[in-house]
């Protein structure tokens, strides 16, 4: 079960051009199992239908404060009955009325009206957005407590460019769960690492092995909705997950120097597919066909940082290893856990349909220091991530 499942969201649409981008953003929600209310203003009606927005949401729009006979109370009865209101895209003038306070119409009165987490997403041209009354009031409202998702640098309406643009509206979805999840994880730093590590044999190939990274990334998704500071270390050109600074690297070795230049993290996830073997000395040029026989390539091992990292972990900190096993599981899992000095585990049989390598499921068992086991059914990857930062985020304490 998602962030979003049985959410009851206002979709608040203000009258910029981007209007049209909401709607999308209204499908994904619907898609994510919200439950989503629309409210327009007389300005986002004139850039975009209601028809469209009446088709994809689960409620007809709204749009006035004195149409619905059927709504004795309606400008405090949305906002009372929300679980977050966001405004999508939200224009100067809202935004300078959510600062005042100034209810001139139902979007504004159900606002006023809700206790729910307040989510905007401003987009206007650059010269409006750098308005220092603009950015003030941005500043007062975000201080009040209301998510500003921060607009984005792009092609704007009328051929220009610059900052501005709404966000993209996958960001948009990612803030809206952020503001839905209990920040349990606020003020910590969580390093998470991806992908499959990809060791040189010649300047164009490699020795690498199946991870895709998904399971990595749906951990740092997970911990920046939960409130934590996030540094991803990817091997995978996949995008990383809104809010979650990235650092790219490519062998066993560059994995381990970026992991080590991190001295303040709270909580280590190692669900990268770190290489055991490494090609002892990789051709310093293209290996051809044409230099006579198919080439020897001496493996040597590489070194397993994550018993350095287990060795000398500091006092409060949780560490996170992954075991992708084909046989005797937990046996095996349990085994790497002690010799690793591992505070919890996360194992799975990768022989099974739909787990491990490539899928966007899971099915794992935690296992910790202690030797408690907690079993996860087959689900989707960001189910498994929240039950991982469940426990480690119970080991902090
Ligand atoms: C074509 C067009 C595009 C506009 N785009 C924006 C915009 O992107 N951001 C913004 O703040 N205002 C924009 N405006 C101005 C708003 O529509 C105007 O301030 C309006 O009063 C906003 O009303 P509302 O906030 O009730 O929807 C645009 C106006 C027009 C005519």
Redesign the pocket.
């Given at each position: 079960m998602g962030a979003l499942t049985g959410k009851r969201i206002v979709l608040g649409v203000?009258?910029?051009?981007?209007a049209y981008k909401a709607v999308e953003v209204c499908r994904r929600l619907v898609e994510a199992g919200a439950h989503v209310q629309p409210v327009m203003?007389?300005?986002?009606l004139?850039?975009v239908g209601a028809t469209t927005f009446s088709a994809l949401a689960s409620e007809p729009v709204k749009t006035s404060l004195f149409d619905d006979p059927e709504t004795p109370i309606p400008h405090t009865r949305m906002g009372q009955a929300a679980d977050l209101v966001l405004v999508c895209?939200?224009?100067?003038?809202?935004i300078s009325d959510i600062r005042t306070g100034r209810s001139a119409?139902l979007?504004m009165s159900t606002i006023l009206a809700t206790r729910a987490p307040v989510v905007v997403c401003?987009?206007?041209?650059t010269e409006?957005w750098e308005q220092p009354a603009v950015q003030e009031n941005l500043d007062v409202i975000e201080r009040r407590g209301v998510s500003i998702v921060p607009p984005e640098r792009g092609r704007l309406?009328g051929g220009d460019t610059g900052d501005?643009r709404l966000a993209d509206p996958a960001t948009v979805v990612a803030h809206v769960e952020r503001a839905l999840t209990e920040h349990d994880l606020a003020g910590r730093h969580v390093l998470v690492t991806a992908g499959g590590t990809r060791e040189p044999i010649d300047p164009v190939r490699v020795i690498s092995n199946k991870s895709t990274g998904k399971q990595g990334y749906a951990v740092a998704a997970e911990a920046w909705a939960r409130g934590a500071r996030v540094t991803l270390v990817t091997t995978v050109e996949t995008p990383e997950p809104v809010g979650v600074h990235r650092v790219d690297v490519q062998t066993a070795a560059d994995m381990q120097r970026a992991v080590e230049s991190i001295d303040d993290a709270d909580i280590i996830v190692m669900a990268a597919a770190v290489a055991d073997f490494r090609p002892a000395d990789p051709a310093d040029h293209k290996l051809k066909k044409t230099d006579g026989a198919a080439p020897e390539i001496p493996l040597e091992k590489t070194h397993d940082f994550l018993v350095d990292l287990g060795e000398k972990k500091p006092d409060g900190q949780v560490l996170v290893g992954f075991a992708a096993e084909t046989d005797d599981l937990v046996g095996n899992a349990r085994a790497k856990l002690e010799r690793k000095k591992l505070d919890l585990i996360v194992a799975n049989d990768v022989s099974q349909p739909g787990v491990g390598f490539g899928y966007d499921t899971n099915e794992v068992v935690i296992i910790q220091a202690d030797g408690s086991c907690e079993h996860v059914p087959l689900t989707d990857k960001r189910d498994v991530a929240r039950r991982v930062l469940d426990t480690a985020a119970n080991k902090l304490g």
């Amino acid at each position: 079960m998602g962030a979003l499942t049985g959410k009851r969201i206002v979709l608040g649409v203000t009258g910029g051009i981007a209007a049209y981008k909401a709607v999308e953003v209204c499908r994904r929600l619907v898609e994510a199992g919200a439950h989503v209310q629309p409210v327009m203003t007389d300005g986002a009606l004139e850039m975009v239908g209601a028809t469209t927005f009446s088709a994809l949401a689960s409620e007809p729009v709204k749009t006035s404060l004195f149409d619905d006979p059927e709504t004795p109370i309606p400008h405090t009865r949305m906002g009372q009955a929300a679980d977050l209101v966001l405004v999508c895209p939200a224009t100067a003038r809202i935004i300078s009325d959510i600062r005042t306070g100034r209810s001139a119409d139902l979007l504004m009165s159900t606002i006023l009206a809700t206790r729910a987490p307040v989510v905007v997403c401003p987009a206007m041209h650059t010269e409006m957005w750098e308005q220092p009354a603009v950015q003030e009031n941005l500043d007062v409202i975000e201080r009040r407590g209301v998510s500003i998702v921060p607009p984005e640098r792009g092609r704007l309406a009328g051929g220009d460019t610059g900052d501005g643009r709404l966000a993209d509206p996958a960001t948009v979805v990612a803030h809206v769960e952020r503001a839905l999840t209990e920040h349990d994880l606020a003020g910590r730093h969580v390093l998470v690492t991806a992908g499959g590590t990809r060791e040189p044999i010649d300047p164009v190939r490699v020795i690498s092995n199946k991870s895709t990274g998904k399971q990595g990334y749906a951990v740092a998704a997970e911990a920046w909705a939960r409130g934590a500071r996030v540094t991803l270390v990817t091997t995978v050109e996949t995008p990383e997950p809104v809010g979650v600074h990235r650092v790219d690297v490519q062998t066993a070795a560059d994995m381990q120097r970026a992991v080590e230049s991190i001295d303040d993290a709270d909580i280590i996830v190692m669900a990268a597919a770190v290489a055991d073997f490494r090609p002892a000395d990789p051709a310093d040029h293209k290996l051809k066909k044409t230099d006579g026989a198919a080439p020897e390539i001496p493996l040597e091992k590489t070194h397993d940082f994550l018993v350095d990292l287990g060795e000398k972990k500091p006092d409060g900190q949780v560490l996170v290893g992954f075991a992708a096993e084909t046989d005797d599981l937990v046996g095996n899992a349990r085994a790497k856990l002690e010799r690793k000095k591992l505070d919890l585990i996360v194992a799975n049989d990768v022989s099974q349909p739909g787990v491990g390598f490539g899928y966007d499921t899971n099915e794992v068992v935690i296992i910790q220091a202690d030797g408690s086991c907690e079993h996860v059914p087959l689900t989707d990857k960001r189910d498994v991530a929240r039950r991982v930062l469940d426990t480690a985020a119970n080991k902090l304490g």
